[in-house]
Each structure stands twice: as structure tokens, then as C-alpha cells.
């Protein structure tokens, strides 16, 4: 059980800064795999609020809960752009392995952006994959092909687990997250708002 001191930021005040910072918009979205939702969540707001960015991101650095990581991975793109600004910010020094997309790829497809990436990522005993916002986890699965799970220890941490994570994305890794709160989502037929 972690001592008081070092779980720093309960559930709670997590909760509180990201709702402070305007990442949860109500509204009707359409997202990219064809669901409706009346919420989104938009992580990039988070740049617009410093204090609740440094309390999100100290909150992702620590990360009690979860064993040591040698290397860390952000998924494109709001992954990589908070362990990027972990890093900016001093919150954590280790190195990170940085993804790309592929071009023309879909979605959930990456490759290590340089040899030297490749080799730091399978050099890592437990290498940690950072994401921002996890549906089906099919985006940390993407991360999670270019590595070893039969050699590696995988973790992976997100900010906000909004849907049930599919079992075919859930093999070879652990996933974490700073907040589980699920936000409905409609097939286009199943939508209140279109459905007749
Ligand atoms: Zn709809």
C-alpha cells in the first residue's frame, strides 16, 4: 500500500483538474471509427490550464502503482505530447522511444521512428506506453506489436479509460489509468439523435 506522502493526488483532485481545464465537452460528436457520442474528450485543452497540466502530468510521472519503467512510449500524438511536456517540465527523465504513424496507415499503425528508437524500445526491460484517452486500448495494442511481450514487462498509462477495452487489444500488457469513467457511445443507428 502506497505511504500518504507518495500517492500525492487522489482520484479525486485528478478528476477536479481535468474537468477545471475544459477537457470534457458535452455535446454530439462523430469520431472517427463512426460512433456518436455526447462527449468528447479533448486532452489538448489541458495546454491552456498550466497548473491542472502539472498536476495530470506529476500524476502520470509518479505513477505509484506501477512498477519501474526503463523507457517510455507516447503514442501518437497525445501520448507523445505528454511525454514530451514531462520531460520539458523536468516531471521525468526517462528516455523515450518516439512512434510515428504510417503513412496512409490506419489509425492504430505506427513504427519506431528511427533505428535508434527501435533499439532503445526493445532494449527496455519494462518499457511504459503513455496515452492520453483509451476507447478499445486498439491504439496502445498498435504500440504494443512493435514490442516483445513474451521478454518485456509492458505497462501501459493513460489519463481516461471512457469505453470497455477490447480483449483482442488487451493481450501482452497491463494498462492503467488515472480516471475509468466510461461516456456512451452509439452506433449511427443506436444514436438518440438520429434514431426515429
Ligand atoms: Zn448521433
Known amino acids: 500500500m502506497a505511504s500518504p506522502e507518495l500517492r500525492r493526488y487522489s482520484s479525486e483532485m485528478i478528476r477536479e483538474s481535468i474537468l477545471a481545464a475544459g477537457v470534457l465537452i458535452n455535446g454530439h460528436f462523430v469520431f472517427a471509427d463512426g460512433d456518436h457520442s455526447f462527449n468528447k474528450l479533448e486532452m489538448?485543452?489541458?495546454?491552456?490550464?498550466?497548473?491542472?497540466?502539472?498536476?495530470?502530468l506529476h500524476a502520470l510521472a509518479a505513477a505509484e502503482s506501477l512498477p519501474e519503467a526503463d523507457v517510455l512510449i507516447?503514442?501518437?500524438?497525445?501520448?507523445?505530447?505528454?511525454?514530451?511536456t514531462m520531460h520539458e517540465l523536468?516531471?521525468?527523465?526517462?528516455?523515450?522511444?518516439?512512434?510515428?504513424?504510417?503513412?496512409?496507415?490506419?489509425?492504430?499503425?505506427?513504427?519506431?521512428r528511427a533505428k535508434a528508437d527501435r533499439e532503445l524500445a526493445l532494449s527496455a526491460s519494462s518499457p511504459r506506453i503513455i496515452e492520453d484517452v483509451v476507447t478499445t486500448l486498439s491504439s496502445v495494442a498498435g504500440a504494443v506489436r512493435l514490442l516483445r511481450p513474451d521478454v518485456q514487462e509492458i505497462h501501459a498509462l493513460a489519463i481516461w479509460r471512457r469505453g470497455k477495452a477490447k480483449p483482442q487489444y488487451s493481450t501482452g500488457f497491463t494498462a492503467h489509468y488515472l480516471i475509468e469513467e466510461e461516456l456512451p457511445t452509439y452506433s449511427p443507428e443506436e444514436c438518440p439523435v438520429h434514431r426515429k
Do not use: M, Y
Open 44 to 56: 489538448d485543452n489541458l495546454w491552456d490550464h498550466p497548473n491542472q497540466l502539472a498536476l495530470i
Open 90 to 112: 523536468g516531471f521525468d527523465e526517462r528516455p523515450i522511444a518516439w512512434l510515428e504513424r504510417i503513412p496512409d496507415g490506419r489509425k492504430q499503425d505506427f513504427r519506431f
Open 74 to 84: 507516447g503514442v501518437p500524438s497525445g501520448g507523445q505530447r505528454l511525454v514530451t
